[in-house]
């Protein structure tokens, strides 16, 4: 494959947010574009004004941008086949689809909608499904079934149209997709889509088709929810006489509750986001957050992103983005649908994490100076290396290791009422004088004192913990007391000591 001549686009439509098939369709463009030297464009589709959101354009800029797969060429960059909005391209499209009709490859079809719902009802009331195709156009009010005076007529009256394509019968269409091989269409199953609607505007498919060419788009690799369309695609290409783009059309992303595919009509009804970065709902001003907001990095979203239909070959899942681009292929990519794990998504994060423990320094000293907490920093990084295993985000880290600056304000219930008797009063009052003896005050020190059976051993780990922490949760009991030093140590033992007493 040439290293200098790949173009593919990433061209979504400013309808809402970008989701996680929207945002790994981008995903996998850039890659291919960067592991073939070529170039990455992004083209905002924005034809369908009735569902359009005022800020899809920025949410989708600022998501690229979070992501590190910023456009080469395009919206937010310029190149040399602007304008790169469709809605600015108008001119473009009519002097093209022009060219349809006088080849007598598309035709004007004046049908209204009342027109269209009689005969879908005609056709239901006789068992069958209605399709403007080409067993029904010449009984339809269109173009073909009037003579040129009656065309010249019927716009003169500024009567209401729309312009369709003509699907020419009894053709086996054959198509090659570059990740699900040879396709062979019947076009007697096709209909004759619109290109151009009533208001002017062109369809998706016509203004897709148009700009792919202009702008010299090598390979289209979009969401398999396009493939139904590739026909249509292929056979406009073929009507103007150009070469089309090679097609590799994209997996799925399915619901684990076996209900299709997820998509942003169903994001409330799932259990984890399916948004790189928060959107706030246009009508409501509703915040729902994104992976970025709910403490996921970049890296993180974008390496677990990757191998979500994709399978680099090797063994290894942790991958930097240069590393993702130089073991990108199409032919890796998985024909069938993939379904989102979470647990996985926050394992990603999990090893990021491991490698941030600068980061995690910053964000832990910044926090604790917020709560007025005044520590070494020897002392941070030493908590940091100690719970870092035990958190998969940033900001759980306090979570993990409150303990080592606040004294217990309260006690996990259950365990509490069941140590309030005077044998853990006295077990307590002994361990604060062997704890008293201990120098140096080192876990390991401390580990070799307590040598009981392992009942009770246990019990009187939990009494420490309990002490200390003020819940069953926690690093090595004995690393808790090494850190807290012997003084506070023996000061919690004590403070828990009253609480029991006061209890019974």
């Known amino acids: 494959m040439s290293q200098n001549f790949v173009r593919v686009r990433f061209a979504p439509s400013p309808t809402g947010p970008l989701h996680l098939g929207g945002i790994r369709t981008a995903l996998y463009n850039y890659l291919f574009a960067k592991r073939h030297g070529g170039t990455f464009i992004l083209r905002i589709e924005d034809t369908d004004q009735k569902r359009f959101v005022s800020n899809s354009e920025s949410y989708i800029l600022e998501t690229l941008k979070w992501c590190r797969i910023e456009p080469d060429e395009g919206v937010g960059v310029g190149g040399p086949y602007s304008p790169y909005y469709q809605s600015k391209r108008c001119n473009i499209y009519r002097f093209y689809i022009n060219q349809l009709l006088e080849k007598g490859d598309a035709y004007y079809a004046f049908d209204t909608d009342i027109d269209i719902d009689k005969k879908r009802k005609e056709y239901s009331e006789r068992g ?48 090659h997709d570059l990740i699900r091989g040879e396709i062979i269409i019947d076009s007697d199953h096709l209909d004759d889509k619109i290109l151009l609607k009533s208001d002017g505007v062109a369809t998706y498919h016509l203004a897709n088709t148009i700009d792919d060419h202009l702008m010299k788009i090598t390979h289209v690799l979009r969401g398999e ?85 994709w399978n680099p070959g090797v063994k290894n899942e942790i991958f930097s983005l240069q590393e993702l681009v130089n073991f990108f292929s199409l032919e890796r990519i998985n024909k069938s649908g993939v379904f989102f794990d ?163």
């Open 128 to 175: 069958f499904t209605f399709s403007y195709n080409n067993r029904v156009r010449m009984d339809m009010d269109n173009s073909l079934t009037m003579t040129k005076e009656q065309l010249h007529d019927k716009l003169q009256s500024c009567s209401s149209y729309v312009i369709r394509f003509k699907v020419k019968p009894g053709e086996k269409l054959k198509m």
């Open 225 to 309: 929810e396009w493939l139904s369309s590739m026909s249509l695609h292929i056979l406009l290409y073929r009507s103007f006489g150009w070469t089309p783009p090679l097609f590799a059309h994209l997996p799925l992303i399915l619901r684990k509750d076996g209900k299709g595919k997820i998509s942003k009509r169903n994001a409330s009804s799932l259990d984890y986001p399916i948004f790189p970065i928060q959107w706030k709902v246009p009508d409501t001003q509703i915040i729902i957050p994104g992976y970025r907001e709910l403490g996921y990095f970049p890296e993180a979203f974008v390496n677990m992103l990757a191998l979500l239909g």
């Open 342 to 504: 979470l647990k996985k998504a926050n394992w990603f994060n999990k090893k990021y994490l491991n490698k941030k423990k600068k980061k995690c320094f910053h964000f832990f000293a910044k926090n604790s100076k917020k709560r007025f907490i005044q520590c070494k920093k020897d002392y941070l990084w030493k908590i940091i290396h100690l719970t870092i295993d035990r958190i998969h985000f940033i900001h759980e880290i306090w979570e993990h290791s409150f303990y080592f600056f606040i004294s217990p304000s309260s006690y996990e219930a259950n365990f509490f009422n069941k140590i309030c008797h005077k044998k853990s009063i006295l077990q307590l009052e002994d361990t604060k004088i062997l704890l008293s003896n201990v120098n140096p005050f080192t876990s390991i020190n401390l580990k070799s004192l307590f040598t009981e059976s392992q009942k009770e051993k246990q019990k009187i780990m939990q009494l420490f913990r309990l002490a200390l922490v003020g819940i069953l949760k926690g690093i090595d009991i004995f690393m808790i007391f090494e850190m807290l030093g012997k003084e506070e140590s023996i000061q919690r033992i004590e403070k828990l000591i009253n609480q029991i007493k006061e209890k019974i």
